[in-house]
């Protein structure tokens, strides 16, 4: 079609200018009109690259809908500046390194246009600009669809990107437009992409499918809000977030996804509300690293299609279900590592092919109020440093309830499990536990079955009609039990009558035989108990402390403290006054000085000199004490303050609770519960906070409360290189290996060289440089035909490893 003419109606009031006009260009129409003019561009193709600078409406004939196309050779067709109209034209772009629709000012409103382009943009918003755009399609196969970005807006109502050779939606450069009603699909990169600080979406009912990529994409501190919107049919993540991204997701549906549903990482935020994600392919969420978090509200993760846990929480991250279902997956919840935990709230778990919840690598789940059904196993916690809380939990038709093994310790309370098929509750391979108030009924196995070795626990706890019976345990070095009643109606195990157990139930008929009592039946002496190990004098512990490598001004300060408590002692005991003396402490220093050792160390002396009950020592960090919602925080404050009862309770890098940029951080209500605790509690548990040397001054000048707490402050040096040689030859002695002729001279020279950056570990150092040295010696001796003594022991400076 060739090109047609412009008629131009004028507004204009000023009686030497003509109403109406006719030219044979847009460009000559442009020229000619005026801010309000009406362009109307007759049907035809127009090979002009168009700027619109006046407040003009721009558009095709009535009734003939890409009749009027926009198509030059090359450059931007479509250029827009000004507040103007423009609607129901066809843009064609042919350039690959420019858009097609490119909008730099104004508030324009674009209606009706179709883009039909292959360009490296279909429609551009940047800078000042703030459109409106309605019922416009782009489709553009070989670039992005739609791009905002350089601090640009505008809202985007129903329109349809329908190919795009890269992102469907590009975010970036602090933009910040409003997608309604939109739909987004056969994209190759991402669906929608949000990037860099200060860059946002809104999305409001909108729908993005069919993409070669990742549905909606947000990373590096951007951040979106996705309300009553659908993501499905990916060929890779269905939403991701990475780097501080912030993304929430209300009464949204993400399905259809053959990788992770969401998945979140590097201290990303994902607040998800009455949203459903079904049939993935891995992890419903997945969730990864310190400081990432997901709080999920009244959501559904059901209908797994692969062989992945539903949720996924590890390397420290965290995820918290509220009133949550998940059903019908492998695996429900899956917690692991140090510093990784879940707080799941009045939620159901349900229809799981194998663990419902599994927790483990010193990870740690709470559960409250929840009900798990129909499972293989309901709650599994695996190994050492593993643990965590059930309370008031149902499990119904599970194999087993909750199963504890390899040194776990989690805190069950009253829960109940029904009709479990082999045990209730299940204990092995040195697991621990603690179970107050629980009740089992109808197992087909047992109620509680604990093996031997295991430090378990049993409060008040209850079976009904177990078949093989209420209680099974080992022959010897059995649980504690109190006040446990059955009803009795399984088989009673033998091994269970020679259980280490106390029973302080009153006799009654529905009093378990099977749990023994204190008295050891007639005629069969019972084990005796293994004499507790005494405790250490403060001499013992100070010669200790004496025998570490260095820290001479730190062993001092602590010799201080022991005497004056032990002279206030003496005066108590001979009738006259003591001088007060807080024992709460702060330890400054870099990593690898020897902060935890003495701390602990520490606790034995005061447990010697009878001021701690028993002197243990509680290690916890800003992940053991923050939660992520008002009032988790204080309850896990008093968690951490109650372990360390009657002994140390040493918080590492506490500057982290008040960090500079706090905002809303919930770090101060840990400190604020700890003051409390420290002030109510003063004589039970004895407190050390610790961490670099200005990040202490700094953290206790922000917090006057916690400063006038604490005594005095211990400076823990750096090593000298003299000293790192002395851990290095205690390790070696240690391990039975000896430093050759010429390695004493060619360590203290190699740590006197060592960098001593951020990244200097101090006595960890040392340690790592003899591991590294016996590693080098094993690869040498490994090549001699005939070893001696001297050649499996001696270490020389040729085993020393290379500088970094």
Partial sequence: MAQGTVQVTHT??????????EYASLAAALEAAGDGDILTVAPGTYRENLVVQRAVTLRGPEGAVGSVRIAPLDGVPLTVRASATVQDLHVEGQDSAAPALLVEDGTPELVDLRIVTRSAVGLEVRGAARPTVRRCTVDNPAGVGIAVLDGAGGVFEECEVVAAGQSGVSVHGGAHPRLERCRVHHASGAGVSVTGEGSGLEAFGCEIYEIKGTGVQIASRAAAHLT??????????????????????????????????????????????????????????????PGTRVDANQ????????????????????????????????????????????????????????????????????????????VSTGAWFRDHGSGGTLNGCTIDAAQTGVIVTKGADPLIERCTVTSPAEAGFYVSAEGRGTFRGCRVTGSGGYGFHVMDGCRTMLSRCRTERCARGGYEFAEVDGPVVEECTSDESGTVRPGAERATAVLTAPQTPGLLSAVPAQTPAAGKP??????????????????????LVGLDSVKREVRTLTNMIE????????????????????FTGSPGTGKTTVARLYGEILASLGVLESGHLVEVSRVDLVGEHIGSTAIRTQEAFERARGGVLFIDEAYALSPEDSGRDFGKEAIDTLVKLMEDHRDAVVVIVAGYTAEMERFLNVNPGVASRFSRTITFP??????????????????????GEGAAEALLKYFTALPKGPAFGNGRTARQTFESMVERHAVRVAELVEVSTDDLTLLYADDLPELP
């Fill in 718 to 739: 750096d090593y000298a290189p003299e000293e790192l040689l002395r851990i290095v030859e205690q390790q070696a002695e240690e391990h039975e290996y000896r430093l």
């Fill in 228 to 289: 009553d919107s659908s993501v499905h049919r990916t060929t890779s993540d269905g939403v991701t977030l990475d780097t501080d991204a912030v993304l929430t997701l209300s009464d949204c549906d993400i399905h259809d996804i053959p990788e992770n549903a969401i998945d979140l990482r590097s201290r990303s935020v994902l607040t998800l509300t009455r949203s459903t994600v079904r049939r993935f392919g891995r992890n419903g969420l997945s969730v990864w690293d």
């Fill in 12 to 21: 204009g009031t000023s009686r030497w200018r003509r109403r109406t006009g």
């Fill in 567 to 586: 002279v206030g002692r003496r005066r108590q005991e001979a009738g006259l006054k003591a001088a007060s003396v807080r024992r709460h402490l702060v």
């Fill in 526 to 547: 019972g084990p005796a108990a293994p004499p507790a190990e005494p405790a250490r004098s403060s001499g013992v512990v100070l010669g200790e402390l004496d025998a």
């Fill in 299 to 374: 959501c559904e993760i059901h209908d797994s299609t692969g062989d992945y846990p539903a949720v996924w929480v590890s390397d420290g991250a965290t995820a918290v279900l509220d009133s949550c279902r998940v059903h019908d997956v492998p695996d429900a919840l899956f917690v692991l590592d140090r510093g990784s935990r879940a707080d799941v709230v009045d939620s159901d778990l349900s229809q799981v092919r194998n663990t419902a919840v599994s927790v483990s690598d010193g990870a740690t789940a709470q559960l409250d109020d929840c009900r798990i059904r129909e």
